[in-house]
């Protein structure tokens, strides 16, 4: 089954860390971009962090530069979001994008939650 998976959510206090893994199944995620994005029930989703197919980092929101980081491990076709210093306003579910390279294709994940509460 195609699809992509992402897991490492949960409930963290403030100040704490997690890590966001996206996993692709039953695809090659080396040669697609990929994209975090989160959303807050009400809201729109808003892009937090991109890596290129190659590991370039593309972009971070500016309220998670120098918290968030993202990478990628294209032998284990998993993307990687590592979040330090959280803050309750980063509680929203998760999403992870991957973007074919060439424009041909795009995945989206189900979503992982993270709340932020003490």
């Known amino acids: 089954q195609v699809q992509l998976v992402e897991s490492g959510g949960g409930l963290v206090q403030p100040g704490g860390s997690l890590r966001l893994s996206c996993a ?3 695809f090659s995620l080396d040669m697609y971009r990929v994209n975090w994005y989160r959303q807050v029930p009400g ?19 500016d309220s998670v530069k120098g918290r968030f980081t993202i990478s990628r491990d294209n032998a284990k076709n ?6 330090n210093s959280l803050n ?7 999403y992870c994008n991957a973007n074919h390279k ?3 294709r ?6 992982t939650q993270v709340t932020v509460s003490s």
């Open 102 to 104: 060439w424009g041909i």
């Open 24 to 26: 692709s199944s039953g």
């Open 43 to 61: 809201n729109e989703r808003e892009l937090v962090a991109g890596i290129g197919s190659g590991g370039a980092i593309l972009n971070y929101a």
């Open 78 to 83: 998993t993307v990687y979001l590592q979040m």
């Open 88 to 94: 309750p306003e980063d509680t929203a579910v998760y």
């Open 106 to 111: 795009a995945y989206w994940g189900q979503g």
